[in-house]
């Protein structure tokens, strides 16, 4: 059975991070790269709730489609075997999901690193996905935050 590394993307500089930690850990392994943007359906309404509310999220996810190519791209310059997928959804329970339907071995993310107050309000997409996806979570605190 093929070894994945599943490694989220949000469409910020912040989650670019963990790009290089999990090009390393597929290369040593080896194991294919799985990039997956998932756009929070929050941000698409429901025609339950009000159909004036609907967006349709097929633009967004032609948009995110095209961030992960370009990203693919030099990974596969390198050698690396990676794939990319997008998903309407809540991020950390997509995530979750999409780490078992791929059979990941590892999910590989960047973190804010929020604590105490923030973490509270804010909550924490790794924190979730450490829960549900009860699989080996390799969380990258960017410098930038260090």
């Known amino acids: 059975m093929p070894t994945n ?7 910020s500089e912040l989650s670019l991070a963990a790009i290089e930690p999990a090009a390393k850990l597929a290369a040593g392994l ?28 097929q633009p ?3 948009e995110a489609q095209r961030m992960l190519e370009a990203i693919a791209e030099p990974l596969r310059a390198r050698g690396l075997a990676v794939r990319v997928r997008t998903e309407v959804g809540s991020p950390a ?8 339907q791929e059979q990941s071995e590892t999910i590989a993310m960047a ?7 923030a973490r509270l309000v804010l909550g924490s997409v790794a924190e979730t996905v450490l829960r549900r996806a009860h699989r080996p979570l390799l ?8």
């Open 5 to 11: 590394i599943l490694v989220p993307l949000d469409g």
């Open 60 to 62: 967004d996810l032609a």
């Open 139 to 146: 969380l990258i605190r960017p410098e930038s935050l260090g």
């Open 111 to 117: 973190t804010h690193g929020r604590g105490g107050i």
């Open 93 to 100: 329970t997509t995530i979750a999901a999409v780490a078992e």
């Open 30 to 57: 080896p194991a294919e790269l799985i990039l997956l943007r998932v756009l929070d359906s929050a941000n698409y309404g429901s025609v339950l709730n009000d159909p004036a509310l609907w967006k349709d999220p």
